[in-house]
C-alpha cells in the first residue's frame, strides 16, 4: 500500500482549502502527521481540523513534513513563507502561488533544497480540478511522484517543461474556471435580453454549461467534434457561431487576447 503523505499546508483559503478537503477526502494524506497554517482561520476549518484530526496553527518550531504546500497571496509571500524556512529545509516544497518564481520562493525560505511548482484550479474542490507542474532537477523522480499524488488526489494532473510555462498554464487553466462562468453569466443575460425570465435564464444557462462540462468529461470526441454535432447546417447554431467565430473569430481573437493579459500579469507578479 501507498504511504500516506505528510502535509504542512500554509494558508487554507479558497484554493489551498480545496487543495485539502480533496486530500483528506481521498485519503492522500496522513492528518495526524500534517499540519494547516491559517492565523484568522474560519468555523468551518476549525471544524474540519476537529474531525480529522489535523494540527490547526501549531508552532512551525519542530514541525517534520514530507511537503510544505505554499497557498498564501503571492503579495503576502515575502512576509508569512520566512516563517517556515525551518520546516521547508527537510520537506519538499510546493507552491500553488501564480506568478511567484522559484527565485523568489527560494529567498524568501533561505533557499531549500527542492522546490516545485504547481497551478491547480477551483473545481478542484469537487475533484474535477487540474493541475500544471512543474519541477527543476533538483526534484528527484520520488519528489515529483509524491507531487503527482498530491495534486491527482484533485483531478487531473499536466507536467510542462519549464518554469515560464506555468505562467501559461496559470492563462489557461488557474484562471480558466472563471472565464466559463462569465460565459454563463453572458448567456444568462443573453436569454433575459431576449425576453426570458432572468431566473429560467439563468437556470437554462447554468445548466447548459454544466451539461457541456459533463460532455467534455465523459464523451471522447473532440471539442470541435461535439460542436459539430450540436450545429446543423443552416440552422440556430450556425446563426449564432457565426458572430461568435465568423469571418473575424471574435472569441477565439479575444480568447487569445484574454490569456496573453493573464501571463503578462502573472510575469508582472513575478520577483
Ligand atoms: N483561487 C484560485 O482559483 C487559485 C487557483 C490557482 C492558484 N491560486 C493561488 O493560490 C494562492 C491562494 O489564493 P486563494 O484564492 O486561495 O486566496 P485566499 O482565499 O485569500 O487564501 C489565502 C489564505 O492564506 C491565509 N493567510 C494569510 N496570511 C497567512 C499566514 N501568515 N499564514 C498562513 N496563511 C495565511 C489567508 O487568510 P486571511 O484571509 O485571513 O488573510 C487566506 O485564508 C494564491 O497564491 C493564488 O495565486 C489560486
Do not use: C
Not at 510546493?94 to 524568501?108: D, E, H, K
Not at 505562467?167 to 462562468?181: I, K, Q
Not at 449564432?240 to 496573453?260: C, F, H, I, P, Q
Amino acid at each position: 500500500m501507498t504511504k500516506e503523505i505528510s502535509v504542512a499546508l500554509v494558508g487554507a483559503g479558497a484554493m489551498g482549502g480545496a487543495l485539502l478537503r480533496g486530500w483528506l477526502s481521498a485519503g492522500t494524506i496522513d492528518p495526524a502527521a500534517s499540519a494547516v497554517f491559517d492565523p484568522a482561520a474560519d468555523a468551518a476549518l476549525k471544524k474540519l481540523a476537529r474531525r480529522h484530526d489535523f494540527a490547526l496553527n501549531p508552532s512551525p518550531e519542530g514541525i517534520s513534513v514530507d511537503a510544505l504546500v505554499l497557498a498564501v497571496k503571492p503579495q503576502a509571500a515575502a512576509s508569512v513563507l520566512p516563517a517556515y524556512a525551518a520546516i521547508a529545509r527537510s520537506a519538499l516544497v510546493i507552491s500553488v502561488m501564480a506568478g511567484m518564481s522559484l527565485a523568489a520562493i527560494g529567498r524568501a525560505l533561505g533557499d531549500p533544497p527542492r522546490v516545485a511548482r504547481a497551478m491547480p484550479n477551483l473545481p478542484a474542490a469537487f475533484g474535477a480540478g487540474v493541475t500544471g507542474l512543474y519541477a527543476p532537477a533538483t526534484v528527484n523522480a520520488h519528489g515529483r511522484d509524491v507531487i503527482d499524488r498530491l495534486m491527482a488526489a484533485t483531478g487531473e494532473t499536466v507536467w510542462v517543461r519549464s518554469e515560464e510555462e506555468i505562467d501559461f498554464v496559470t492563462a489557461v487553466s488557474g484562471s480558466g474556471p472563471a472565464y466559463f462562468f462569465l460565459l454563463t453569466e453572458a448567456l444568462a443575460e443573453a436569454g433575459a435580453a431576449l425576453g426570458l425570465e432572468k431566473e429560467a435564464a439563468q437556470r437554462l444557462a447554468r445548466a447548459t454549461a454544466s451539461g457541456a462540462g459533463a460532455m467534455l468529461a465523459a464523451d471522447p470526441r473532440s471539442p470541435a467534434d461535439m460542436r459539430k454535432a450540436v450545429t446543423s447546417p443552416g440552422g440556430t447554431t450556425a446563426a449564432a457561431l457565426g458572430v461568435l467565430d465568423g469571418d473575424a473569430k471574435a472569441l477565439r481573437r479575444l480568447m487569445k487576447e484574454a490569456a496573453a493579459a493573464a501571463a503578462k500579469r502573472a510575469a508582472e507578479l513575478t520577483e
